[in-house]
């Protein structure tokens, strides 16, 4: 396993970015907010505690957006090119990486899909990575070194 640096950033490369570990989960969600919001079929992003992300170039303009859940999502775009590079769901610790701005997004498959009761019906998964009508819950589906990153993040409490 690389746990080295991995690096990213927009199209225009006004911003750029380095991940400082490996992400600790990946989600390919197919929700219709994800479809609506990336313009496509799904949105791939990499779960990564937010100071293992390292601003290399900037800055970012932070989106308010709104999200199914009601508690909205904050959204890191290039001021420039506008693209989404991460966002923060309910916590500003962890940042939800878009996989297709990293430099080698081909590192970092999916470990899970998730909401696929609405996925597009012309797209078919694979077998490689397991496949859950909504949400999951962590405790059942991560590997034991992401929760104890994860429990670190959010202490019980």
């Not at 970015?17 to 990336?38: D, G, K, N, S």
């Not at 590079?85 to 498959?109: A, E, I, K, N, Q």
Request: aromatic share 10%; net charge neutral; hydrophobic share 35%.
């Amino acid at each position: 396993m690389d746990d080295g640096s991995f690096d990213g950033g927009c199209d225009c490369r006004a911003v750029r970015y380095r991940l400082h570990a490996r992400p600790m989960f990946v989600h390919c969600c197919h929700c219709r907010w994800c479809q609506r919001e990336t313009g496509t079929a799904f949105a791939l992003n990499a779960l990564i505690e937010t100071d293992r992300v390292e601003l290399l170039a900037g800055p970012v303009d932070v989106v308010d957006t709104p999200s199914h859940s009601g508690q909205g999502q904050r959204i890191a775009r290039c001021p420039a090119c506008r693209l989404a590079v991460w966002s923060h769901y309910s916590s500003p610790h962890l940042s939800f990486v878009r996989v297709g701005t990293l430099d080698d997004p081909d590192r970092f498959p999916p470990d899970i899909h998730i909401f696929t009761s609405s996925k597009q019906p012309w797209v078919r998964l694979s077998d490689d990575a397991p496949v859950v009508p909504e949400y999951y819950r962590s405790a059942e589906r991560w590997p034991a070194a992401s929760l104890a990153r994860r429990k670190a993040l959010f202490p019980p409490g």
